[in-house]
């Protein structure tokens, strides 16, 4: 993909630039969302596992979607068969990495999540300790 991604970048062919722009732009989004609920203090995992898969949503174009927009620039002539080729192939790439990050950023949250509430359970003091430390 990078190859193709950097030759149809700079392609002097504006649609085929605005079709990789829009893959390109679905990774970002994606990272982005990742970036900030990581650098909120005290997120909820729930929410930020919601945000995270309504971002997902957003950006994500559906196979059919993908496939009529493709057709309609091809039909248009926009683009050329070898193009539309690409995109497709580079389309089911970015899909399976946004899946991919996807599933990543729900574990490390989860896992951070459990880590935390592990840390507070260990730190916390149950009865006992408080009556040690208010007789000592």
């Not at 062919?13 to 990581?38: C, F, G, K, P």
């Not at 919601?50 to 620039?73: C, F, P, Q, Y």
């Not at 970015?94 to 359970?121: I, M, N, P, R």
Request: charged share 30%.
């Amino acid at each position: 993909m990078a190859r193709k991604l950097t030759r149809y970048l700079v392609s002097d062919n504006a649609h085929i630039r605005a079709e990789y722009s829009r893959l390109r732009y679905q990774i970002v989004m994606l990272l982005r969302e990742i970036y900030r609920v990581r650098e909120e203090e005290d997120y909820d995992h729930a929410l930020a596992v919601k945000d995270l898969k309504k971002m997902k949503k957003e950006v994500r174009m559906t196979h059919a979607e993908l496939n009529g927009h493709v057709s309609a620039v091809l039909r248009d002539k926009h683009i050329t068969p070898n193009m539309a080729t690409s995109l497709l192939n580079d389309f089911n790439y970015v899909d399976g990495t946004l899946k991919g990050l996807y599933d990543c950023a729900k574990a490390f949250l989860s896992s951070h999540k459990e880590l935390v509430a592990d840390a507070a359970q260990e730190i916390s003091f149950d009865d006992e300790d408080m009556e040690e430390v208010t007789t000592a």
